[in-house]
């Protein structure tokens, strides 16, 4: 019998937006002006006071709603003595002579925050000097807002498609209904967002689609409190076939050059085509390795991310906006020259077991003698041997599937399990996500306990992933729930990495003094720890670029803000991204200091170095490209270099049958 115990901690989720920042420098001025003679400031610089009674500095703010505002100065005071400021929003002193104490010197910047009740629309925040010392110097404000309005819209109601063609239709669905009013609808096709709405449409037409191609849709709708609803039902529909029937001339002859262990520099002669080629696909058989686009598409590219030491087959074929796809070109064969690293490679790879469907958490025994491993969509937890036999051992209850990403996800075996018998699931349950402990006896599942929920669930970006990091803490993913301001809200849980102890409670030292250990993540599905202790990240971007992080505590990593790399003050960039066609990765491994993170929709398992002891990593390389399909977890084996690589080709994207999905080792040498 499974005993359900009352062990649960709750966040509730608040109804707050990303942070916007005004510059001190583009704010009105009396009194002062704005200069840069100073190091480590935000945009183009900040602002220096007179040393007078009465000099201003006044910030025009917009909120989206009415609520409490949190207000972030920062500043610098470099002399010995504090220089007080009242501060007021829209007339009102709500914080008299503050104190912004000194800051060693006018290099070294803080951040004084405070709250006050803001206006829907326009506020002026004005900080005022009062004393003859004038302001500190005056960075900028972060402004966020947090609505009293916490009641989310209803569900928008059953989609369809109208006035379908090649490349576009007219989505219609049912109006929402909110206690304040609909601000807009969010289109998603599956987890990507496709297209927006305003809140009083019911109708949108989407352009700038693929032929003869299904997108399966869902909308939210939200207020402009940020409270987000529901998903909708969903609709499939499917573009028409194009009237374009005729395909593209096959490319011109193919040569290489430059070719490197990890690159090789293709060239081939243009195609021509009745309307205009669009792209040129590099393939190896069916496998596409990269997509050249333009207008017109290059003739050239250098091809990266060969794994070494390897023989390669490739051809071009040209494509037009049809999907029309030209006859092949010729091909070119080579091998790539040996290896030159210490961190090995992959030489081989043997079936460990098959019959899964849709296995997705896998973690070693301390012992190393078996490991535990999840199914998504039937909640099972099975027992497996290094030689491949499985034995189911339970379920875990209370999950439920999204029809989409949720259900059953990361597994973690506690470090102490000889003596607490403890092992941990992330799953979607009827609320929400949760992160749960049950007994493991060696041979059956007992005991569930509920140790964290209020983590927002939805169709897509659920996370799910679980590690115990060396501090002996439990660390957990979690998805921004196709909400992404939740990810750069810290009192949510969503779009985070949280960092718990075994019974529930955020870790001591935690950066804010709650469950979050860093933000600003969209899906991130893949963590690990180097041999330095450092938690490394793999994280989903939207349409344009995936994640390879380090993480650090109380780190901004972006989203929705930045996907991929940017230069916005305050947010950390990854250390390697890639288009979302070559990766959409999910489980990440260490062995021998080089990061392995396996791919969807990239199809293949990318070795990615570290630098010795640094933060950085050297270049990626890609093994199994499209042979073996979706890859979602990765995991080394405990003792020897090797890993555990399984696939979810039976999920919504892969289409197998159940029982479809392997688990493969690959040796490392």
Sequence with gaps: MLLCTALVQAVPQSASAAATRYEAESATIVKGAAESNHSGYSGTGFVNGDNVTGSYVEF?????????????????????????????????????????????DWNTWATSTLTAPVEAGSNKIRLTSTTADGLPNLDYIDFTVTSSNTEAPTAPGQPSCTAITENSLTLNWGAATDNVGVAAYDIYEHGNKLAEAAGTATTKNLTGLTPDTTYNITLFARDAAGNVSSVSPIVDCTTLRSSDTTAPSAPGTLSTSGLTANSVVLNWGASTDDKAVTAYEVR??????????????????????LACASPYTLGVAAKDAAGNASPPGNTVTFTTPPCATDGGVPSGITTVSTGWSIPWG?????????????ERDSFKVFEVTPGGTRTQVGTVP???TTDGEGGLLGVAVDPKW???????????????????RMTYDGSSLGGYTVLLQGIKKSRYHN?????????????????????????????????????????????????????????GHRNPQGLAFDRNGRLWEAEFGDSKKDELNLIEPG????????????????????????????ASPSGIAIVRNVIYMATLRGE??????????????????????????????????????QLWLSTTNCDNKGNQPDGADKLFRVSIT
């Design 60 to 104: 025009t703010v917009t909120a989206a709603s009415a609520g409490t505002g949190q207000i972030a100065i920062r500043y610098s005071n470099g002399t010995a003595a504090t220089r007080p400021a009242d501060v007021a929003v829209g007339g009102t002193v709500v914080s008299a002579a503050r104190a912004f104490k000194a800051t060693t």
């Design 284 to 305: 190896s058989g069916s496998t596409v390795y990269k997509i050249v686009t333009g207008t017109p598409p290059a003739t050239t590219t250098t091809l990266t991310g």
């Design 362 to 374: 896998t973690d070693w025994m301390p012992d190393g003698k078996t490991a535990l491993a999840t």
């Design 398 to 400: 209370g999950a439920v």
């Design 418 to 436: 000889s003596t607490n018998h403890y092992v941990y699931f992330m799953h979607t349950a009827s609320e929400g996500n949760r992160v749960a």
């Design 463 to 519: 996370g799910g992933r679980l590690a115990f990091g060396p501090d002996g803490y439990l660390y957990a993913s979690t998805g921004e729930a196709q909400t992404p301001d939740l990810a750069q809200d810290k009192n949510s849980l969503n779009g985070k990495i949280l960092r718990m102890t075994t019974d529930g409670r955020p870790a001591p030292g935690n950066p804010f003094g709650n469950y979050v250990y860093s933000y």
């Design 555 to 582: 780190k901004n990593y972006g989203w929705p803000v930045c996907e991929g790399s940017c230069s916005t003050a305050g947010m950390t960039n990854p250390k390697k991204t890639w288009t979302v066609s070559e």
């Design 604 to 641: 293949r398992l990318w070795r990615v170095p570290i630098s010795g002891d640094t933060g950085n990593v050297g270049t990626p390389t890609a093994y199994y490209v499209g042979t073996y399909g979706r890859l979602r977890t990765v995991t080394k084996v405990p003792g020897q270099d």
